[in-house]
């Protein structure tokens, strides 16, 4: 089967509209990059991403309007930002290395540098108290069953106790985001015992989490901190771009994250480690796993968490994530991941992202069934935090065109 990230030469210069020697120029120049097809070494074949960018390029030229619909879609860039550069496989947040800061960074570090804080900041900014009581708390755990709802609720109810939630200068807003993740973590983790109450005595968030998930296996904290890392930003992905529209409208952080949080669980987007746990569920066994996929594939199924756009060598998220799940010890449990790993592999030919690696360590640590969806939350949170940070220092109103396509006029 052919691999999907690539094109063919010929394939190549038809989704271009030139000729061979065309390509071959355009691969000369460095503005596509080629590679030999594995067996046939004679033969070239071309990233689909660097394709796709070109042939952007080329429309923008001759079509700015219809570029900059297509911008909408995985296309050209549409806002300038600071804060996540994906490029050539690999994501840094300001400039750093986000694998290299999972490694050992927590997410209220990566937070404060995502969100620009000053050095006098840092170190302090998590040292607040979360916004409701151990008793409000107490309460909304009993409101609903599902805890991403909770975490909706919360939201309206902390911004009217915080006035100093309206307050978007940049440095008012880190401290409103860091007490919106304290409120996040006071309520998926440990907090219902106070912890996360008195100032200056909260665990790292974690730490919190790890207590709540699983109280007797200290290791799954490590495992946690860089998941959340993992997942603190990702450009101007569907939430992202939500926060960023809502803070362009002066909307306060509490409004901003509850936005995003709602499109976060839409099941195209962060529901999708949602869908990956159900279908580890469905397979159950590593003598079912390719029957299964092949099923789905027949029947024109998307099998989830497989494959990305913006990663086309495979999300390296995804496969830092794979590798803590391999160390859990969990054997049966690893096995059933390793298995629909590699029938993906053959049959889809695709790698691993974000959301598989979600689902795959909460299946082989034993973590909670909302646990992949929450880590994506919490940690996501931090990126919704500084796109509404740079949103609103640029104080305009983020209002694209649409082109009418209905009855004439």
Excluded at 64 to 72: D, I, Q
């Amino acid at each position: 089967m052919a691999d999907r990230r690539f094109f063919s030469a010929a394939q190549a210069a038809d989704a271009l509209g030139v000729t061979r020697a065309t390509l071959y120029a355009y691969a000369s120049r460095g503005q596509l990059h080629s590679e030999p097809v594995p067996g046939d070494p004679k033969a070239r074949r071309y990233h689909r991403d660097d394709i796709e960018r070109l042939r952007e390029r080329k429309e923008l030229r001759r079509d700015p309007a219809r570029a900059a619909e297509r911008g909408l879609h995985w296309g050209s860039p549409v806002l300038p930002s600071g804060i996540t550069l994906i490029q050539d496989g690999a994501l840094y947040y300001r400039g750093q290395d986000a694998l290299t800061l999972a490694e050992t960074a927590t997410l209220e570090s990566v937070a404060e540098l995502l969100w620009d804080a000053d050095v006098s900041e840092r170190g302090r900014l998590f040292d607040q108290p979360s916004p409701l009581s151990p008793r409000q708390l107490a309460r909304l755990r009993t409101s609903a069953r599902d805890p991403i709802a909770i975490l909706q609720m919360a939201l309206p109810l902390a911004a009217a106790q915080d006035s100093a939630g309206h307050d978007l200068r940049p440095a008012a807003v880190r401290r409103t985001g860091a007490r919106i993740m304290r409120l996040f973590a006071a309520i998926v983790g440990d907090g219902r015992r106070g912890s996360v109450v008195a100032r200056g005595s909260s665990p790292a968030i974690h730490v919190s989490l790890q207590r709540a998930w699983a109280p007797r296996n200290s290791a799954v904290a490590d495992v946690v901190r860089t998941a959340l890392v993992l997942c603190a930003d990702h450009e101007l992905n569907v939430s992202a771009f939500t926060a960023r529209c809502v803070a362009s409208a002066g909307s306060s952080p509490y409004d901003t994250v509850s936005a995003a949080l709602a499109a976060l669980k839409g099941n195209r987007h962060g529901g999708e480690s949602s869908r990956v746990s159900a279908l580890l569920a469905e397979i159950g066994s590593p003598a079912r796993t390719r029957a299964v996929v092949a099923n789905r594939l027949r029947q024109g199924e998307r099998t989830p968490g497989f494959g990305h756009p913006l990663y086309p060598a495979g999300d390296p998220r995804g496969a830092t994530l794979l590798r803590l799940a391999e160390r859990s010890g969990h054997a049966r449990e690893w096995a059933l991941v390793r298995s629909v790993r590699a029938a993906a592999a053959d049959l889809l030919q695709e790698l691993p992202n974000l959301d598989f690696g979600l689902a795959a360590v909460a299946r082989t640590y034993r973590l909670p069934e909302q646990a992949p969806l929450l880590l994506f939350a919490l940690g996501r949170t931090a990126g919704w935090i500084a796109h509404a940070i740079e949103q609103y220092a640029t104080a305009t109103l983020i209002r694209p065109r649409a082109r009418y396509t209905g009855p004439p006029v």
